[in-house]
């Protein structure tokens, strides 16, 4: 009777072990492209000290991919230590520039992260360049991106910083992609609720300086 | 003894079944035909160069894929002109998302080879003739057993023969509506890049590319 008892945890354990792994198998997804990111050759940029970079991920260009999630990438092309004093992601209605709500980002946790350049574990090739841009992924944030809305991805690099003055940050030598950016002096992303982006849409004609990608991922 | 014996074939079937159930849920239905990347929108035959000795070089950029899961991808040439196109040969470089370190090579065939001659007055393989901008003739290549991930870039790189029959074929470039595709060309024998090897630096911007017309899952 011990035997049967025995079996027939074996088989519910197996059972529940195999359904286990089905679910795994399903859910774990593999990254996928939420908008068309930077393609090809990159261009570095530089001396950031005091400026704010201003990305604009539309909801229009959303590839209908489903995430609960949100990864950003950022890219460097030169210097050896970014020193970012603040990030956040903005949205506003499509096309508005009222903004609805104000989401952190970060990396390692803090909103103000120094990124070392240098580091082979942060960019695996050094010395960074143009040609070996290194990609940062910043901490996934737990937002949905809707068709609905456009989103603003702003970075400030800390001021006076002699880091910042020397960093390059990648800007796409091809046109070809969804995320639009500009950039301006000063601390851009203390923004509320009810604020308004500080730069009209349409001054988010070029490709975006900084922002990579955004996935799922 | 007998109840030992029938929980332990119990046990047997049920994982078994389990197993085979789960092994079919995983095999993918039937596959709809999706672009992994947008593809060129319009047609044209504007700015082809003579194709002999020549290679194309296309960006298709792991940025900009669309989603779609495959395990295969499909790559369709377009030609507006000409009548019989000498390819040396087809191959796919994997790099690095915005790098130019070749990762990988992966064959691309036409036919099971990759120095297809494609004879564009055949109404088999180009069903409308003359082929012309108005009625191009889009080939299908081979079938590549190769998922792309959007953590890499990808650059088709196909070589025609210098012979006189590439001196008049054209491409479907250049377009106003590349789509994600873009392409720049060089001359000579460009395919033989092996792994660890650096793609030539693109110096043509992103222009669209003359032949790479569409990439899809099947």
Do not use: H
């Not at chain 1, 001396?47 to 609960?68: K, R």
Request: charged residues 10%.
């Amino acid at each position: 009777m011990k035997s049967i008892f025995k079996f027939a945890t074996l088989t519910v354990i197996l059972t529940i072990m195999m359904f286990a792994l089905s679910a795994y198998g399903f859910s774990a997804a593999k990254p996928e492209n939420l908008e068309r990111g930077v393609v090809g050759p990159v261009a570095s940029n530089g001396s950031w000290s005091g400026y704010s970079v201003l990305a604009l991920v539309p909801g229009a260009g959303l590839i209908p991919v489903t995430s609960t999630q949100t990864v950003f990438y950022l890219g460097f092309a030169a210097g050896s230590q970014a020193d970012i004093s603040n990030m956040v992601l903005y949205a506003t209605p499509r096309g508005s520039s009222t903004i609805t709500a104000v989401t952190p980002l970060t990396l390692g946790g803090v909103s103000n992260p120094t990124i070392d350049l240098a580091s082979s574990t942060v960019c695996p090739v050094v010395e960074i360049s143009a040609f070996n841009p290194c990609i940062v992924r910043l901490d996934p944030t737990k937002i949905t991106l809707s068709a609905l809305s456009d989103y603003y991805l702003v970075v400030y690099f800390t001021a006076d910083d002699s880091n910042n003055s020397s960093i390059g940050v990648t800007y796409p030598s091809f046109s070809q992609t969804s995320l639009r950016g500009t950039y301006q002096s000063g601390d851009d992303t203390q923004l509320t609720v009810g604020k308004s982006i500080p730069l009209a849409i349409t001054s988010f004609t070029n490709a975006p300086y900084l922002l990579m990608y955004v996935m799922t991922d | 003894m007998k109840s030992f014996y029938k929980v332990a074939t119990l046990t047997v079937v049920m994982a078994v079944l389990a197993a085979s159930a789960l092994a079919q849920e995983k095999t993918p239905a039937t596959a709809a035909l999706a672009n992994l990347a947008e593809g060129q929108a319009t047609i044209a035959s504007s700015g082809n160069p003579s194709w002999d000795g020549l290679s194309e070089f296309v960006l298709i950029p792991g940025a900009s894929l669309m989603g779609a899961s495959s395990t295969t991808t499909a790559l369709y040439l377009g030609f507006t002109g000409g009548s019989e196109a000498d390819i040396g040969n087809m191959v796919l470089y994997e790099v690095p998302r915005n790098g130019s370190t070749v990762i990988k090579v992966t064959k691309v065939e036409l036919g099971g080879t990759q120095s297809p001659s494609i004879v564009l007055t055949n109404t088999s393989t180009c069903p409308v003739q003359p082929v012309s901008v108005t009625n191009p003739c889009i080939v299908r290549l081979d079938t590549v057993k190769l998922a792309l991930s959007p953590l890499y870039d990808y650059y088709f790189t196909i070589y025609f023969t210098l012979d006189t029959n590439n001196e008049q074929i054209k491409g479907v470039g250049q377009t106003a509506l590349p789509g994600a595709l873009s392409g720049w060309y060089l001359y000579g024998d460009q395919t033989r890049i092996g792994v660890k090897g650096a793609l030539p630096t693109n110096e043509n911007s992103d222009q669209p590319p003359f032949f790479l017309a569409y990439v899809t899952n099947e």
